[in-house]
C-alpha cells in the first residue's frame, strides 16, 4: 500500500508540472518572425536582367503605339470618326476608312479559328492523353515546325495548291446553305453544275483556309502545354472510379484547360488578325462591305497595308498608319482579354503558382 502511494504522489506531480501558466492579458501580442533571404550575386543578376528585359518589351510596344498615333493624327483630324464607318479608300479624294478592309479581317480570322481550333484541339488532346509515349516527342516537334514555317510558303501553298482543290468544298457549301446569308453568293447559279469557278476564287473562305494552317501550331501548343498540367491524381481517379479515357477527358482533362483553350483560340485569332503575305497574295482585292466569305474578293487592314504602302506619300501614309493604329488596338485587346482567361483559369492559376 505504501509502494501504490508513492506512485500516486509522484504521478500528481507529474501532472501538476505540465499545467501551462496563465497568460498576462497586458503582456504584447507575440509577432511573426520575418524571414529574409539573402540573394546571391547570380540571383541579382538574373532578376535585374529579367526585369530589365520585361520593361524593354513594353516600352517597345508603347513606342510602337506612340508612333503609330502620331503619324496617324493627320489622318484622323480629317476623317474623325467616319474612319470606322467608311468603306472607300481614297485618300487623295478625302474619302477613306476601315470599314470594309476591317469587316474583311475579322471573317478571315473567324474562318480560321472556325477551323483551326477544333483541329488544334484534337491534336493536343491526342498528343497528351492517347499518343504512345515513343511517338509523341516526334509529333510535337512537328507541330513546332508547322508554327516555324514562313507565311509566304503558306500563301504560296494556298495560292497554286489548295485554292484549286477547295473551289469544290465552296462551291459545295453554297449549293447546300446558300440560306445561310453569309455562305451565299450572288453572281453564282448553286443549281448549274457548269457555272464558272470564278466567283469562289481568292475569297475570304480560301484565305482563312490556308491563315487557319498557319494559326493552328499555335493555339496546339498552348493546350498542349495546358492539358499537360492536369493533375495525375484526378486523372487516376477518374480511371479508378470506371470512367473511359473520352469520360476522363471530359470530366477533368476539358475542364480543368478551359482557360487554356479559350486563350490558345484567342492568341490564335490575334495571329490571325494581323496575317499579312498569305492573305495577300490568295485575296482579290476590293472596297465594299461584303460578308459573303465565299464570294471572290475582300480586304484585310494588313494585306491594304502592304498593298499601298509602296505609291502612297504624305496624307495617304498618314491614312495606312491610321489604319495599322486601328489594327494595333485591335490585337492587343484580343491578346489582353485571353491573357485575363488565362490568368484566372485553374490551369492558369497553376501555372503562375
Known amino acids: 500500500m505504501t509502494v501504490d502511494v508513492v506512485a500516486v504522489d509522484v504521478v500528481a506531480v507529474d501532472v501538476m508540472t505540465v499545467i501551462p501558466e496563465p497568460i498576462d492579458a497586458a503582456a504584447p ?23 530589365f528585359s520585361g520593361l524593354i518589351v513594353l516600352a517597345i510596344m508603347v513606342m510602337v503605339g506612340l508612333f503609330l498615333a502620331i503619324e496617324a493624327t493627320q489622318a484622323l483630324r480629317s476623317t474623325g470618326l467616319s474612319f470606322l464607318t467608311t468603306a472607300e479608300w481614297q485618300p487623295d479624294r478625302n474619302k477613306f476608312g476601315i470599314a470594309a478592309v476591317l469587316l474583311g479581317t475579322v471573317l478571315i480570322a473567324l474562318v480560321a479559328g472556325l477551323i483551326a481550333v477544333p483541329i488544334a484541339m484534337g491534336t493536343a488532346l491526342f498528343i497528351t492523353e492517347v499518343a504512345p ?89 498552348v493546350m498542349r502545354e495546358v492539358f499537360s498540367q492536369v493533375p495525375s491524381g484526378e486523372r487516376e481517379g477518374a480511371f479508378a472510379l470506371g470512367s473511359t479515357r473520352w469520360g476522363m477527358i471530359r470530366v477533368v482533362s476539358l475542364p480543368f484547360g478551359r482557360g487554356g483553350i479559350i486563350g490558345g483560340t484567342m492568341l490564335g485569332l490575334g495571329r490571325a488578325l494581323g496575317e499579312t503575305i498569305a492573305v495577300l497574295l490568295i485575296i482579290s482585292p476590293r472596297f465594299d462591305i461584303n460578308f459573303h466569305v465565299l464570294e471572290a474578293g475582300g480586304n484585310s487592314v494588313s494585306s491594304l497595308i502592304a498593298l499601298r504602302y509602296s505609291e502612297s506619300s504624305g496624307f495617304g501614309l ?36
Not at 32 to 44: C, H, I, N, Q, V
Not at 318 to 346: D, H, I, K, P, Q
Open 29 to 51: 501580442a507575440p509577432q511573426p518572425r520575418t524571414l529574409s533571404a539573402r540573394r546571391g550575386r547570380g540571383d541579382r543578376i538574373f532578376y535585374r536582367g529579367a526585369s
Open 133 to 221: 509515349t515513343w511517338i509523341r516527342s516526334s509529333l510535337v516537334a512537328l507541330v513546332d515546325l508547322m508554327a516555324a514555317v514562313p507565311s509566304v510558303v503558306y500563301g504560296l501553298w494556298g495560292l497554286f495548291f489548295l485554292q484549286g482543290q477547295i473551289v469544290g468544298l465552296s462551291r459545295w457549301l453554297n449549293t447546300w446553305f446558300s440560306w445561310i446569308p453569309f455562305l451565299d453568293v450572288a453572281r453564282a447559279d448553286p443549281n448549274s453544275p457548269l457555272s464558272s469557278a470564278s466567283v469562289y476564287t481568292a475569297s475570304a473562305f480560301i484565305a482563312g483556309v490556308v491563315v487557319a494552317m498557319m494559326v493552328m501550331p499555335i493555339s496546339c501548343v
Open 318 to 353: 498618314s491614312a495606312l498608319m491610321a489604319a495599322g493604329l486601328a489594327l494595333f488596338a485591335v490585337t492587343l485587346v484580343v491578346n489582353f482579354t485571353a491573357s485575363w482567361f488565362v490568368a484566372r483559369s485553374r490551369s492558369g492559376a497553376s501555372s503562375e503558382a
